[in-house]
């Protein structure tokens, strides 16, 4: 079986390896589509829903991040209908939570924002939670900080998969989901936290972050962490787990 | 040749630092401009008691925090043809809503008796009435354009102004950011 | 010890053994002890019935069974005397039992106590024959509920003890298992399975042949096969049925697949709130066990298959597979995306298949008969059968096998019998959370897998709520929203964070908060989730708003512009339930509350400013508030009809009407100077004209008779409403300063520009005074009359010709009218309607009262041809006999005529079959109307026409109907009027203040509801003076302290 295979690609015809997922082939043409629970060198788990395509032939919407690409797939990663579902989504990320970006430590580093810069978000149309959540300072060197998370649980992959620590998890369930430290203990008393600060690093928005920044200052290196994964995980040629 | 008549520009202050209101007038040699294309009828810069009628455009900052802020946003939609909202505050409610997980007794008790240092007191008159949250403009009126920011850039007001008074609807792509 | 059964002669002593306890010899008594029979008190019944026949030493072989379906009927008894059929006895109870044992021990089954017989069992993969006998008691297949249903799945549950494997084998159990074994063909089971389509039942209706072709083609170390029990739809409960009343079904059919897709492990994801189901599979395990049929070298055939059960903690979302799969892998129950389906990657990681527990029903079934045995039922691309747990406002409740492709009428109504309490069916959602309402128009769908996906629902694993007109549909959609937003896992963002805010938008509909924008947001937000949600949880979470919004969006735009629930469900937008179905919206509870602190005066102030007719309405107001009224539940209804009347007839003609009348024109707001035509002086004209008077127009009261009042003055009876009451009511309208203009029919006298040139605004009300054209030999011969005029000629005190026997035909008011006014005139009546009593739309104390002064009903004939005496007057009437075939758009059983002619000697026909409103004077005016015509069409909300300035209402835009809803359309289009001519909302500028006891009586009176007193009917029938008489102080007094107050809140 050959390695490569050809896909169309909102209708022009790309290549890709066998075995990439249709997220990683748009990534590696350039095609932008966004993601945010997808990090390289981590499994994915096709929860944030922002980066689904449409797939000529399959009558509903497909998560690009884990729906493998096959010769002769023709994928729309844009049209109005995703770019208002995208869109929708964020919104509701946005309502979910706190996120109050003017002083966020990621102001300005962050991929939330950035997708609703991109995606043309100007406002959000549903009526904000206002949710009461905890910030959790008890570790020396990190934060997590609820009132920013979108549950996208790239901390939690980071930490069993590639620092093999498994720290974190998800507690609760429905519009009560959360991250939460071992058996939702705090931080500062994790038993198993080897202090590595991945899970910082991999964090799309300003959840988790260093002490000691303030607004805007907390910049990830994202870089590093998927150095390591692809050292450390199995990877599929495109990236993913 | 005969002037266009000037549009008239109202502005308000609700809930918000005033930093929109600042770099409004960080707009440079363009409020010449401005000066002889509009008259600002209503707002912090100028001296007007009452909210005028028949408004053109009307820039609020700030979110909605009490019932004088509703009523002012009403007022100021009724009077006006294009309401812009002008900042995060107006757009998103940002700072102003990290109250909003509390309930408004138990955070003035917070502020005005726990946190007093003298004279500890809820103010009960001539203070506007707080609402349960501060929330963003356009979930009590309807907004025709949010320009977000914290604050919106110098740059961006002035592209949405002038992009206005030619009669086009501005494109904030490429000047604002959301958040 | 049990043998291992491993030949045939084994299997057939099993076999026998099974048939010695199904067929004893003694009397063989089983109790339904499913979960439902429990629920109703079956374990006692059993207790008494094993008590007694030990006590009485009578040797009956007692024994306990599943249900059989019928759950209103529980607790269920199957009574088989040697050689008689079996019969089922319906809701026994514990103390039933001596009496009952006493007749079975004489050998006599008591036909009272018996829902139905059967004579022989078709139990599929074999037959049971009983016996013949007990003529009186009817065939189960002749029984409404079990009528068309055809017991594939349930082929057992009922008859068999789930406790006995071998009464399982008895009936042909494990020969599907034991003919795999033998023939040793796994791809011809299949090739079977695929050539009878057989489709999953879990609700997505995947084909159940190619999943298994999927599992046995996949190539490892171990394979799973999975049963899905986990059934946690509200509403549903087949699964549990099923399990509980014929386990080995489903294990044979486990077992089966294990054999042909080479899986070796079978586990079974029981929910652990079935405890009944978790310890009937395990005992019929260990059972299978015992008997070498599960296990290791089953059947003595060499192949090992176990099932594990497992019992799952009651999340809904692990009902999805992936998600199941992950509960069973001892994660957290998230589902995972697909691909990887789990017959690629499922269990741990190996290929694994996953059946609803009724798909492994059908296994045996098609196995033993055949593929093409299969396809005879049901629908060419869903055969065979369906269960559902047919549930809410139906007569019968229960579960129910029917072929797929069966209208939802036939549940509706064959099955289910219909609406309870006479309402009107509204709606049925199928398919629990994750499915659709589907409308009562609609109800001719058949339901399968495709139609009901076309209409926005699905078939799921079979729930079918029936509502009716008390359930309000958004409030049912918030309900299931409420139920998926709980539900869900929160692993994806549409489904956590959407189905919140779908939530939040459906309550503040709910709470009367909701912008027109909130539709359209909900709307968007619906279809994102639907499309964009990781698993089907989501995926199918929105399709009951989706589904409600299609169908009943008048109902949510009611709650957002009208802030009204019709259904009266959504408490924040009624005062009362009884406000809230009276077409004028009175404050009730406030002028009982008034009476009861015997303010008199306040009282009537109060009921006048609500309604300006009250001593009218206090006689002829259909009275909606009495279906509402929650003291009903306790005994019935507060009068609040007579009430109100009381306390107008107590001012009415006494020197208080004079000061009162002052009070109410006292509340008159300043002049407006806007003028306001109203056309038609009849109930809605004059309560438009009453309170735009009040709000400070002036108006003119334009009509075509040479008085006001309309239906009120010249189609009511003078027994029913005397006209001096009438004059009363008009003149507090005058003495509001309303002009009326009389003896000027607009359109012949008055153009609609000229009325338009002289007013801001023109209410047009006029009333049904033309007669409905009907098909009829004969209507021309002299002597034939329309109801209506004949009323309107009676009032007038004109002369009538009328004979001695009056045939009345029709069933509404205008008929019953007829007839008791005939009566006065000296003639023996007789009433002709199509259909059966309970159909008739006439206020029912009126048709009661008809009858008791000697008027005759016939129901069930439709008038054929009026017959000729030779001199063009009538001989008699031809009447065909109807019987009642099917149920029609309004929910009633339509009249089918037979060939049975009844003739009827007479020389008078009145018709009262349905008049319109003559829209002669609408051609050419800018008025559009609507349905073919007969009505104008406006604004639902406004009441506008489509000509500006031009509103309507009444009769004119509903077709026919009763002095309260004509009222109700008047004081609307008032308020709607006022708005549009100042731009501001007065309307609560009207009232005073009214402060009154606002605490819940502690002990409301335990009196019964009070009547009115009547003449006895033969004086009444002499007279056309009004007979019936208003409550005694004392009366009303009591019928106040009746009243529970609902209008009180716990949070006011």
Known sequence: MPNRISIRIDGELVQAERGQTIFEAAQANNRFIPGLCQFKGLSTVGACRLCVVEVQGVNRLLPSCTTPAQDGMAVITRSAKLNDYRRQALELLFAEKNHVCAVCVSNNHCELQAYAQRLGVTNVRYAYRYPRLKVDMSHPRFVIDHNRCVLCTRCVRVCNEVEGAYVWGV????????????????????????????????CPTGALAEKGFAAEEMVKRQDLVERLATIRGTMNPGGSR | MTKAPKARLATAWLDGCSGCHMSLLDVDELLLTLA????????????AQHFPESVDVALIEGAVSSQDDLRLAQTVRENSKFVIALGDCAVTSNVPSMRNSIAPTRLLERVYIAGADTQPGVPLENVPKLLRAAIPLHEVIKVDLHVPGCPPSAAAIAHVLTELLDGRKPDLSAVAKFG | ??????????????????????????????????????????????????????????GFHLTRTGCFGFCAEEPLVNVLLPGQPLVVLRRIQASDVPALLDHLAAGRIPAELALCKIEDWDHITATIKYGVGQPDIPHWHEVPFFKGQKKIVLRNCGLISPLEIEEYIAVGGYQALYEVLIDAKPEAVIEQLKAAKLRGRGGAGYQTGLKWEMLRKAKAERK???????????????????????????????????????????????????????????????????YGLLGRDILGRGFNFDIALVEGAGAFVCGEETALIRSLEGRAGRPTPRPPYPAEKGLFGYPTNINNVETWYNVAPIVVKGAAWFTETGSPKSPGTKVFSLVGKVQNTGLVEMPLGTPLKTFVYDIGGGATHGKAVKAVQTGGPSGGTIPQEMFDTPVDYETLAQLGSIMGSGGMVVMDEDNCMVDVARYFVEFTHSESCGKCTPCRAGLDQALRILNRFTHGEATDSDLDTLDELSRMIRDMSLCG????????????????????EDHVRAHRCRAGVCEELALSPCENSCPLHMNIPRFLQLLKEDRLEDAFLSVVLDNPLPASTGRVCQHPCDNRCRRSAIDDAVNMREVHRYIADSIYGTPRYEALIGRVVERRLPPTGRKVAVVGAGPAGLSCAYYCALLGHEVTVYDSNAEAGGMLRYALPDYRLPVEIIQHELELIRRLGVQFVFNTMV???????????????????????????????????????????????????????????????????????????????????????????????????????????????????????????????????????????????????????????????????????????????????????????????????????????????????TGASNVSNAMGWGKKAARTIDQALMDDYRWPLIWPEFHYGMTVPAHPSNAGRHHTRELDPAERAATFAETTFPLAPVEAMEETCRCLRCDIRADH
């Open chain 3, 537 to 556: 949880l989501g995926q199918s979470a929105p399709n009951p708003v989706l589904t409600s919004m299609r169908h009943f969006r008048r109902e949510f």
């Open chain 1, 171 to 202: 507690a609760g369930r429905g519009i009560g989901s959360r991250i939460a430290c071992e058996m939702d203990r705090d931080w500062g008393k994790a038993s198993a936290c080897t202090n590595c600060g991945k899970c910082v690093q991999v």
């Open chain 3, 747 to 957: 359109g012949r006298d008055l153009t609609l520009n000229e009325l338009d040139a002289a007013h801001d605004v023109v209410f047009l009300s006029i009333g049904t005074w033309k007669e409905s054209w009907v098909y009829l030999a004969g209507t021309e011969l002299r002597g034939v009359l329309h109801a209506l005029p004949f009323l309107e000629s009676v009032n007038k005190d004109e002369t009538t010709p009328l004979g001695r026997n009056v045939v009345v035909i029709g069933g509404g008011n205008a008929a019953i009218d007829s007839a008791r006014t005939a009566l006065r005139l000296g003639a023996n009546v007789t009433i002709v309607y199509r259909r059966e009593r309970k159909d008739m739309p006439a206020i029912r104390e009126e048709t009661e009262a008809a009858e008791a002064e000697g008027a005759k009903i016939v129901f069930l004939a439709a008038p054929h041809r009026i017959v000729d005496d030779g001199s063009g007057g009538i001989q008699a009437i031809e009447c065909v006999k109807t019987t009642l075939g099917e149920f029609d758009r309004s929910g009633r059983r339509r009249p089918v005529p037979t060939d049975e002619i009844l003739r009827v000697a007479c020389d008078t026909v009145i018709l009262a079959v349905g008049e319109t409103v003559d829209l002669d004077f609408v051609k050419a005016s800018g008025l559009r109307l609507k349905e073919g015509g007969t009505m104008l069409e406006v604004d639902r909300h406004t009441l506008l026409t489509s000509r500006p300035n031009f509103y309507a209402g009444g009769d004119l835009i």
């Open chain 3, 224 to 290: 799973f096969l999975i049963s899905n029990a986990d059934e946690g739809d509200p509403g549903a409960y087949m699964n549990r049925n099923e399990i509980e009343g014929d386990p080995h079904s489903m294990i044979e059919g486990m077992i089966i697949a294990g054999y042909v897709t080479g899986a070796t492990e079978g586990l079974l994801y029981v929910r652990a709130e079935y405890p009944l189901a978790v310890h009937r599979l395990q005992q019929a395990m260990d059972q299978a066990r015992e």
């Open chain 3, 1 to 58: 010890m049990t043998q291992r059964i491993n030949d045939l002669s084994s299997f057939n002593a099993a076999r026998a053994a099974g048939l010695r306890k199904l067929i004893p010899g003694v009397p063989r008594i089983a109790i339904g002890m499913g979960t439902c029979g429990m629920g109703n008190g079956a374990e006692a019944v059993y207790h008494a019935f094993a008590d007694s026949i030990h006590n009485l030493g009578l």
């Open chain 2, 36 to 47: 002889d294309r509009v008259t600002i009828v209503f707002g912090p810069l100028v001296d």
